[in-house]
Structures are given as C-alpha cells and as structure tokens.
C-alpha cells in the first residue's frame, strides 16, 4: 500500500534552517509529482511547494517562494524540503502528499495520499 513517511522536524531559532524528508513507498515514485503543506495551529492546512515527476519543476507558496527549496531523489524515493531562513510564522505540522495525475496541485483536494506530519516549530 501507499504510505509517505515524513522525518526531520523538529525546534530551531528564528533564521535557522531544517530539511525535512518525505520517504514514500508503495508505488511507483518518479510517476508522481509530490507536494509539501503545512498546518498551523487553529488555522487551515496550506500549500507550500510542488514538484513534479518529469523535469522536477517547482512551485512555492508566496509565503516561502525564495526560502524553502523542494527537491527529490528518484532513485531513493524521497522528495525534501530544504527550509532556511525559518521565521515563527512557518511553525506548523508539515505533511507530504501525492499529486494526483489531473490535480491541482495548490489545493488539498489534488493531492491523494498523505503523511502523518513532522511538526517544525520556529522560536522567536
């Protein structure tokens, strides 16, 4: 079965940095584009990054665009999310997905498979 495994949160300074990872499994990987959303506390689940499954293009939320990184390694399975410049409002539970193969990919709703979360919290 499908499972997306999630690692690498944890506490850090403001203007730190942490590089999550997202081990998937179950399927085939380089089909898939993958995505990054993050949960803040009383708040909605939110679009971070998107890459896709050919050429590894990227997409960013405003909100990160020029901060965070995705990437992926086809060959281990894994997609990243390399996070510097972390500020207090980026703290949140962070959950890789799967693309769908017709999904939008800035909404929950393109997405069909889900981790269980890596919380990041940023101190100020």
């Known amino acids: 079965q499908v499972q997306l495994v999630e690692s690498g949160g944890g506490l850090v300074q403001t203007g730190g940095s942490l590089r999550l990872s997202c081990a998937a499994s179950?399927?085939?990987?380089?089909?898939?584009?993958m995505g990054w959303f993050r949960q803040a506390p009383g708040k909605e689940r939110e679009f971070v990054a998107r890459i896709t499954w050919s050429i590894s293009a990227t997409s960013y939320a405003d909100s990160v665009k020029g901060r965070f990184t995705i990437s992926r390694d086809n060959a281990k399975n894994t997609v990243y999310l390399q996070m510097n410049s972390l500020k207090p409002e980026d703290t949140a539970v962070y959950y890789c997905?799967?693309?769908?193969?017709?999904?939008?990919?800035?909404?929950?709703?393109?997405?069909?498979?889900w981790g269980q979360g890596t919380p990041v919290t940023v101190s100020s």
């Open positions: 997905a799967r693309n769908r193969p017709a999904g939008t990919h800035y909404t929950g709703y393109g997405y069909d498979y």
């Open positions: 179950g399927f085939t990987f380089s089909n898939y584009a």
